[in-house]
């Protein structure tokens, strides 16, 4: 069973196929069976406390049921809480009058490309080194599958960009070193007894070389750590959702190809919303003869990844007791 010794299990998929209300089942699921969960959404359109139907869930860990939790990471608050974090940093380390400078650089970051993506990868691996500590099963509700594809290849990217800003900071510091060496400083021992204003800022740009390196060398290998979780294959799963129509399949084709390519550890596809053998009727008989079609093309196009198929219920699933009824349903088809 899929549930069966895995630490961190990935819920991707096109928007509106179902991901949240699996990922919901799959948490209570594993609970139920005594594991201790943790349940997190990185989608901007949070619907985890919908799916429970009870009060917004927000960035703290939220009791949802006996051994699970809920936690929900804000993409906005992320980049707020990362800027500031950038912003104090470099302070420490310039004079007052750079400040508004330094504001000014927030500002645009703020609406640069990636901004949210490089915030949310910095805190979802934070989510991971931790819960994998305090929890037996962690379960990401995923953004839909561009989004996720680019949070799962981020890793290898910021590494390779963070080695590029050591390496730029060690050939700084070197010119800084050569540049000393060619300043003039006649008489600084004996016509300034207080000593060389100069050293005082080599010793500033030491102090700030180090901790810009510490910082880029700790934020390297969390990224090197997690991009290793994400790519085991004994810890980690990636469970694609998906419903039996046809730009979700073609969605989920793109997606599979590109997740394959980077080796990430595919578990499988969950097919929801089949139409259940007993609905009846003139217009569901023809909209079950178009889904014999598109099962048949998921058969073939995944004939080697598993499928676990769930019918499509009467009335939507909001609450713990539909989340069981739900759990009962994926433990049935192999869960």
């Given at each position: 069973?899929?549930l069966?010794?895995?630490?961190?299990?990935l819920?991707?998929?096109?928007?509106?196929?179902?991901?949240?209300?699996?990922?919901?089942?799959?948490?209570?699921?594993?609970?139920?069976r005594?594991?201790?969960?943790?349940?997190?959404?990185?989608?901007?359109a949070?619907?985890?406390?919908?799916?429970?139907?009870?009060?917004?869930?927000?960035?703290?860990?939220?009791r949802?049921?006996?051994?699970?939790?809920?936690?929900?990471?804000?993409?906005?608050?992320?980049?707020?809480?990362?800027?500031?974090?950038v912003?104090?940093?470099?302070?420490?380390?310039?004079?007052?009058?750079?400040?508004?400078?330094?504001?000014?650089q927030?500002?645009?970051?703020?609406?640069?490309p990636?901004a949210?993506?490089?915030a949310?990868?910095?805190?979802?691996?934070?989510?991971?080194?931790?819960?994998?500590?305090?929890?037996d099963?962690?379960?990401?509700?995923?953004?839909?599958?561009?989004?996720?594809?680019?949070?799962?290849?981020?890793?290898?990217a910021?590494?390779?960009?963070?080695?590029?800003?050591?390496?730029?900071?060690?050939?700084?510091?070197?010119?800084?070193?050569?540049l000393?060496?060619?300043?003039?400083?006649?008489g600084?021992?004996l016509?300034?007894?207080?000593?060389?204003?100069?050293?005082?800022?080599?010793?500033?740009?030491?102090?700030?070389?180090?901790?810009?390196t510490?910082?880029?060398?700790?934020?390297?290998r969390?990224?090197?750590?997690?991009?290793?979780?994400?790519?085991?294959?004994?810890?980690?799963?990636?469970?694609?959702?998906?419903?039996?129509?046809?730009?979700?399949?073609?969605?989920t084709?793109?997606?599979v190809?590109?997740?394959?390519?980077?080796?990430?550890?595919?578990?499988?596809?969950?097919?929801?919303?089949v139409?259940?053998?007993?609905?009846?009727?003139?217009?569901?008989?023809?909209?079950?003869?178009?889904?014999?079609?598109?099962?048949?093309?998921?058969?073939?196009?995944?004939?080697?990844?598993?499928?676990?198929?769930?019918?499509?219920?009467?009335?939507?699933?909001?609450g713990?007791?539909?989340?069981?009824?739900?759990?009962?349903?994926?433990?049935?088809?192999?869960?």
């Amino acid at each position: 069973m899929l549930l069966t010794g895995q630490r961190l299990l990935l819920i991707g998929g096109k928007g509106g196929v179902g991901k949240t209300t699996v990922s919901a089942a799959l948490a209570v699921l594993a609970s139920q069976r005594g594991q201790k969960v943790l349940l997190v959404s990185t989608d901007p359109a949070h619907s985890l406390a919908d799916a429970f139907g009870r009060a917004p869930i927000g960035d703290s860990m939220t009791r949802l049921a006996p051994n699970l939790d809920g936690l929900e990471l804000d993409p906005d608050r992320e980049v707020e809480q990362h800027l500031a974090k950038v912003s104090a940093q470099l302070k420490r380390f310039t004079r007052p009058e750079m400040f508004v400078e330094i504001e000014r650089q927030m500002r645009l970051t703020r609406q640069s490309p990636g901004a949210q993506e490089a915030a949310m990868l910095e805190r979802i691996a934070n989510t991971i080194e931790l819960g994998l500590s305090d929890y037996d099963l962690l379960i990401f509700d995923t953004a839909p599958t561009g989004h996720t594809l680019r949070l799962l290849s981020l890793p290898e990217a910021m590494a390779a960009w963070t080695q590029g800003l050591l390496q730029a900071n060690q050939r700084s510091q070197k010119l800084g070193d050569v540049l000393d060496h060619l300043t003039p400083k006649a008489g600084r021992d004996l016509d300034n007894p207080m000593g060389d204003p100069s050293q005082h800022a080599t010793a500033g740009m030491d102090e700030r070389n180090k901790a810009i390196t510490e910082t880029l060398l700790a934020r390297q290998r969390l990224l090197q750590r997690t991009r290793e979780i994400l790519l085991d294959h004994q810890q980690t799963a990636l469970l694609f959702v998906l419903t039996p129509e046809k730009l979700p399949i073609l969605e989920t084709m793109r997606a599979v190809s590109s997740l394959q390519q980077e080796q990430l550890p595919l578990a499988g596809l969950v097919v929801n919303r089949v139409l259940p053998e007993d609905a009846d009727g003139h217009f569901l008989a023809q909209r079950r003869q178009t889904e014999q079609q598109h099962l048949a093309q998921i058969n073939t196009e995944f004939a080697k990844l598993p499928r676990y198929q769930l019918p499509l219920q009467a009335s939507d699933i909001q609450g713990l007791e539909a989340l069981q009824q739900m759990a009962a349903l994926l433990s049935e088809a192999g869960f």
